[in-house]
């Protein structure tokens, strides 16, 4: 029997905000354990939350941006459950009212554009995080993590492979660092996937019963992890077992997952509205401020460079891929206009200089405007265009002026037609034997006699003089 997979995917979000989700503590990620904390997000008794506004508005941006309805009112929930790392004994969370609900984000598969629903994008305070010594058995709780806002972003199980779903969490990944609401940091855990993924027959309309996959803080591996976990329901089937519904953890070691613990039904965490925090009251006028304040989100950013710039397909796929670089191919086209020219130069040298040092372009030490200098050189023939990659490279490394680089290097292209003619000359005498041939009509020895010239001069002689030249002189 064919067996298909139906996976859904929800992910959580940590929101870019200065503070806490009910609290006035620190979110800044790396501070020592248990030093942004206080009694209202350890939950000492006789202290009471106040919703952070900011929050809110950062929902209401994602809820937007992906389509989704806008519940008016919502409300805030005690999701009750016992862990070390929950202080209160309970998470603030949302459950039956939550802020948004029936969204879509189009996704491309294999050239064609696939729309998968989102349920619902609720709020929710984090937990703090567990670390356990190595050395004895024993754990530590540190409750910075304790309060930090989150989203939580559920898909409709409307994904059917792997790959879609780790294109289904770039795109997402790309919209909220668009929007300016999480930086998308999976290894530091700020934005964090669950998989929900179940076998059925092919041609079924009924769901199997599903595993729940956790501890995949990277695209890799949670297209990794579904794979393996494809793999292994299929086997159960066929072997004419049955799918334990349960949670498992992906081991990025040994490239498996393994079961954690049977899953929870909803009763189970006994939700009840939170009596400290009255309902979430969104009008119309904060919903079209919002809605006004969007910035141009990652589809509609490529459709106009497609347009604009007239750039190749898989040129503005990658440099819209993250607001930053887009920006940077921007403000580099603002000051040399050619785009496509432009986009070469970032596409080739500048990423791979990036991939490289593992470096993201806010930490480029070559400026849009030091590049767009750079080109602007090689059109009017102050260098050519292999010095250029020479400079670049000590632009790269030492964040000089292009101009402070070629003059320091003594790196200006030679254009004066005598002096390139004597070089000319000295190169034709010295291979004489060759000049007989291409004058028999060996006319690939043009580029051997380029290629000499180009050396005796450092690589500085203009290319075109030095071919117009040469064939002019070989013609004699």
Known sequence: MEYEAVIGLEVHAQLLTESKIFCGCSTKFGAAPNTHTCPVCLGMPGVLPVLNRKVVEFTLRLALATHCQIVRTSRF???????????????????????????WIDIEVNGKSKRIGITRIHLEEDAGKLIHDEGQAVSY????????????????PELRSPAEASTYLKKLRDIVRYLDICDGNMEEGSLRCDANISLRPVGSDGLGVKTELKNMNSFRFVQRALEYEIKRQRAILEQGGAIVQ?????????????????????????????????????????????????????DAKKA?????????????????????????????????????????????????????????????????????????????NVISGKIAKSVFEEMYATGKAPEAIVEEKGLKQVTDEDEIGHVIDSVLAAHQNEVEEYRAGKAKLLGFFIGQVMKLTGGKANPQIVNEILRDKLKQ
Not at 141 to 156: A, H, K, M, Q, Y
Not at 346 to 364: A, G, T
Request: charged share 35%.
């Open 246 to 298: 349960e949670t498992r953890l992906w081991d990025s070691d040994k490239s498996i997952t393994h079961g954690m613990r049977g899953k929870e039904e909803a009763h189970d965490y006994r939700y009840f509205p939170d009596p400290d925090l009255v309902p979430v009251e969104v009008d119309g006028k904060w919903i079209e401020k919002v809605r006004r304040e969007l910035p141009e989100l990652p």
């Open 304 to 380: 106009r460079f497609l347009e604009q710039y007239e750039l190749p397909e898989h040129d503005a796929v990658v440099l819209t891929g993250s607001k930053e670089l887009a920006d940077y191919f921007e403000a580099c086209v603002g000051r040399f206009s050619q785009p496509k020219k432009v986009s070469n130069w970032i596409l080739v040298e500048l990423l791979r200089e990036l991939n490289r040092d593992d470096r993201d372009i806010n930490q480029c030490p070559v400026t849009p405007e030091a590049l767009a200098d750079l080109l602007d050189m090689v059109e009017r």
């Open 141 to 156: 709780v540190d409750f910075n993590r304790t309060g930090v806002p989150l989203i939580e972003i559920v898909s409709e």
């Open 77 to 103: 929930a005690r999701k009750n459950y016992f862990y070390p790392d929950l202080p209160k004994g309970y998470q603030i969370s949302q459950y039956d009212l939550p802020v948004a609900e029936h969204g």
